[in-house]
């Protein structure tokens, strides 16, 4: 494997997928903005999604999907941090 392809893994760039919905109904414009400055600093695709296919969860809390992982939180900033975690911990090991 190519220091490209270990850089950036297999399929590009690992991506944070995120429900239009629950865009609208839990993250501000501030919360997008921190999203949006995290993924430009780790090389990571913000991807705006119609729907997550999660329609039954999607309404009760916030959430995003990281490397195909769903990721629930109280707060988009818990989301933010929960996935800062996965990264920190892929880094370590």
């Known amino acids: 494997m190519g220091i490209l392809s ?3 893994g297999k399929n590009g760039p690992k ?3 995120c429900c239009e919905t629950n865009l609208m109904m839990f993250y ?3 919360d997008l903005d ?3 400055d995290f993924a430009d600093e780790h090389g990571l695709e913000i991807k705006e999604m119609e729907c997550l296919d ?4 999607c309404p009760l809390s916030p959430y995003a999907v990281f490397d195909k992982q769903k990721i629930f939180a109280d ?3 818990e989301v933010l941090t929960k996935i800062k975690d996965i990264i920190t911990k892929e880094q370590t090991t």
Not at 54 to 57: F, L, M, S
């Open 75 to 77: 707060s988009p900033e």
């Open 15 to 17: 991506k944070i997928e």
């Open 28 to 30: 501000s414009d501030e």
């Open 6 to 8: 270990k850089l950036l």
């Open 34 to 36: 921190n999203f949006e």
């Open 54 to 57: 999660n329609c039954e969860e």
